[in-house]
């Protein structure tokens, strides 16, 4: 193999592995997003359900105190 196919291989290996670490960074960064909004949503749900269980209990209705449905 002479120098200038080997030398030329190098630099397409080269250029492959810049691609592959661009994708890379690329995909830590979505992943990094994706957990913060993944938490984001987590914590607005128990807010949701606390506040639901706060307006439930305001109104007096227990749904524990509920007699079960008729059975047909």
Do not use: C, K, W
Not at 8 to 16: A, F, K, N
Not at 20 to 45: F, M, W
């Amino acid at each position: 193999m002479s120098d200038d196919s080997l030398q030329q291989r190098l630099t397409e290996l080269e250029v492959r592995l810049t691609f592959i670490d661009d994708t890379v960074n690329a995909l830590a960064s979505a992943d990094a997003e994706q957990s913060v909004r993944i938490a984001a949503l987590e914590r607005t749900i128990r807010d949701l359900r606390n506040e639901l269980s706060t307006v439930r209990l305001s109104q007096g209705h227990d749904p524990h105190s509920e007699p079960p449905p008729p059975h047909y």
